[in-house]
């Protein structure tokens, strides 16, 4: 369906987040010396892992993804510049078949052709289910995407299979358990759609995910070998949960959760875990109640998108591309009834990756406490919001 935009918001929302794009590029990505807050590359960081995910299996070495000193000895020898170091493969080996592509590329050819076929894909399902070719370019103008493209990681496609996910359940089971599958490259971005499966009896969905699941992992385990299982289970995921219980890692700026920032003053561990817990169930409890009353609109669409990035207790701020198209369809509406209050909250969250991450550097992850706030208001259309609620356009679930 076609959504109605007005116009004027739609090049203003575009002009605000291409500015604030640009001012986190120039400030935080930009080597320069005299700015103390510089995060020390110009693009792509995360991109270096995908990279060598898929060189190092070409090379018959994928052992060494999962030995942090020789990883990272290995990708100095290969990739000029100043690193950062402290790179680790975090993902599960399932991912790394479908990096094998990019592995045979030299290093910034292939991170050209990564970053592109990303903001491609989500722009392509932008267009299908936003209302053409001016919504999919605001959906690629807002702050999240670009940082996600900054920092060369693969949201923006897996946002687009999200998105899918939703809107095909009814009419293509079988494709929506493939893609639902495939998110297991990054599970906790499918851990809320899939409970939804659950809860709507998708078993067609639901055995295709698995299957596909089940899938990649024989995959993997044929061009890798067992071991490459072993070393994510042995070392990765240890390594990973105790980079949480410490909270030391410099990744820590990118985090959006309650429990990051219970963390960031100063509480310790347990108790900002158990705090995050209940947060999450709350909020997945309101969306479930606005899912059921309202499924398929942007609205509801949106609450799922938040209730993803909120529930685990480890999501980036780039992990807010998935709320972006919903945003965007909520925040452009044209609709004389508009509650000006909401979208002001639409507006801070839209903002959120390009502010977050400086607010994260200089005083800490406190995003968190944010997006739970908007995640309220969004739960919460039958309060203070409810002369919006017939604004929500519904995303076309046929197409």
């Known amino acids: 369906m076609q ?5 004027g918001a739609t090049e203003m929302l575009a002009y605000i987040g291409l500015l604030a794009s640009a001012a986190l590029y120039s400030f935080f990505y930009m080597p320069r010396g005299a700015w103390d807050y510089n995060l020390g590359y110009w693009i792509g960081r995360d991109f270096v892992n995908f990279w060598a995910g898929g060189r190092l299996a070409w090379l018959g070495q994928t052992e060494l ?33 479908l990096l094998l592509p990019f592995g045979l590329l030299p290093y910034g050819l292939a991170l050209i052709v990564w970053t592109g076929l990303h903001l491609a894909a989500l722009g392509l399902v932008a267009r299908t289910l936003g209302g053409g070719l001016p919504q999919a370019l605001l959906v690629l103008a807002a702050p999240a995407v670009c940082l996600a493209a900054f920092q060369g990681h693969m949201t923006a496609s897996l946002a687009a299979v999200f998105y ?29 759609v899939g409970l939804i499966m659950l809860v709507e009896q998708r078993w067609q969905v639901i055995v295709t995910a698995a299957v596909t699941a089940i899938g990649l992992t024989a995959l993997s385990i044929l061009v890798l070998g ?6 994510f289970m042995l070392s990765t995921l240890p390594q ?12 820590t700026y990118f985090l959006v959760t309650p429990y990051a920032s219970l963390r960031s003053i100063g509480l310790p561990h347990r108790f900002a875990m158990v705090m995050h817990v209940l947060v999450a169930l709350h909020l997945l409890w309101g969306m479930f109640c606005l899912w059921r009353r309202a499924a398929d609109t942007a609205r509801a669409i949106l609450a799922v998108a938040l209730v993803t990035v909120l529930v685990t207790p480890y999501a980036n701020l780039y992990d807010l591309t998935l709320t972006v198209l919903p945003v965007t369809a909520l925040a452009v509406a044209a609709d004389p009834g508009d509650d000006k209050r909401l979208k002001a909250w639409l507006m801070v969250l839209w903002l959120i990756p390009a502010f977050g ?15 739970v706030a908007v995640t309220t208001v969004v739960l919460v259309p039958t309060l203070s919001f409810a002369s919006l609620q017939n604004a929500f356009a519904v995303l076309d679930r046929r197409r």
């Open 240 to 251: 990973q949960s105790s980079f949480l219980t410490n909270f030391d890692a410099g990744f």
């Open 65 to 97: 993804l999962f030995e942090t000193g020789a990883y990272n000895t290995w990708l100095s020898s290969q990739i000029a510049g100043n690193l950062s170091g402290g790179f680790i493969f975090s993902y599960p080996p399932l991912l790394v078949p």
């Open 3 to 7: 959504l109605t935009n007005d116009r």
């Open 357 to 371: 991450l400086p607010l994260a550097i200089m005083a800490g992850p406190f995003a968190g406490f944010i997006l």
């Open 164 to 192: 899918l996910v939703i809107v095909w359940r009814d009419t293509r089971p079988i494709a929506t358990g493939l893609l639902l599958g495939l998110l297991t490259v990054k599970p906790q971005l499918g851990l809320v």
């Open 226 to 231: 067992l071991q490459a299982w072993t070393g």
